[in-house]
């Protein structure tokens, strides 16, 4: 924390503001565990008991916990997660809901990571895309379902829209369940998990090239064909069942099974 930043206010009072500013930009995230406090002040060039004024405040707002294992970002905007993920899991007309919203904000996320990704950012991108590959590569689903996660959360880091970046770390325990439940359903499609890579590459180039059409473009497909591709699956399903049933009058009748 630079030395200016106390003028014109307490040193506690700074300290606060300078914590609020890191979680604000999303370079503290809810459920981030602080530094244990002696390494805490020296990391912010503050005394002990300036930082404890200034944690005081944090935690007065709601901002800051106090944990078992130490002092941490309060769940911020997580209260919706659970209820939708329940909600969603239980209405179909939900998971369209969410995939339409997905798609328009994807979108969005994209154009502006492409216009405004810098070379952290694409150091991030590049990391989250090589994961995809080595997992997509060595067959490890789950693996590759948490990288898929990760790619899209940094191209909402990369945006620099703060609304974008919160609204979906808010939503990141939906996203994780829905892609990871997604894709034991979309893998059922040899041809898809090879679909989806190449997805997610042409989202990955597209941001990189600064090409913000093209990236806007790409990851609206990516969730149409992701939305698509579910509701043939679920289709198909429904209609199986719909066959297995009548083979037996729905376990309800005295019928016999047909013989083959």
Request: some cysteine.
């Amino acid at each position: 924390m630079e030395e200016d930043s106390i003028k014109g206010a307490s040193a506690a009072e700074s300290t606060a503001r300078h914590l609020k500013d890191l979680i604000r930009e999303g370079s503290l995230s809810p459920g981030d565990h602080l530094l244990p406090e002696r390494d805490l002040a020296v990391q912010l060039n503050v005394s002990r008991p300036t930082l404890r004024q200034g944690i005081k405040i944090l935690e007065d707002e709601g901002l800051i916990v106090q944990m078992p294992t130490g002092r941490s970002v309060a769940a911020l905007g997580r209260g919706i997660t659970d209820p939708l993920i329940a909600l969603i899991a239980s209405h179909a007309e939900v998971v369209d809901d969410y995939l339409e919203f997905r798609a328009t904000t994807e979108r969005l996320a994209a154009r502006l990571a492409a216009e405004r990704a810098n070379s952290v950012d694409r150091e991030r991108l590049s990391l989250c895309m090589d994961r995809i590959d080595r997992a997509h590569e060595s067959g490890v689903r789950r693996e590759e379902a948490e990288a898929d996660v990760d790619l899209h959360i940094a191209v909402y880091e990369a945006s620099h829209n703060l609304v974008v970046l919160h609204t979906m770390r808010a939503l990141s325990g939906l996203l994780r369940k829905g892609v990871i439940e997604n894709r034991e359903t979309l893998f059922s499609r040899p041809e898809t998990r090879d679909q989806l890579r190449a997805q997610h590459r042409a989202i990955f180039e597209s941001v990189m090239a600064g090409n913000a059409e093209e990236a806007g473009n790409a990851a609206e497909a990516h969730i149409h064909y992701t939305h698509h591709a579910l509701n043939e699956i679920k289709a198909s399903e429904a209609r199986l069942q719909v066959s297995l049933r009548r083979l037996n009058g729905g376990r309800v009748s005295t019928r016999q099974k047909v013989e083959r």
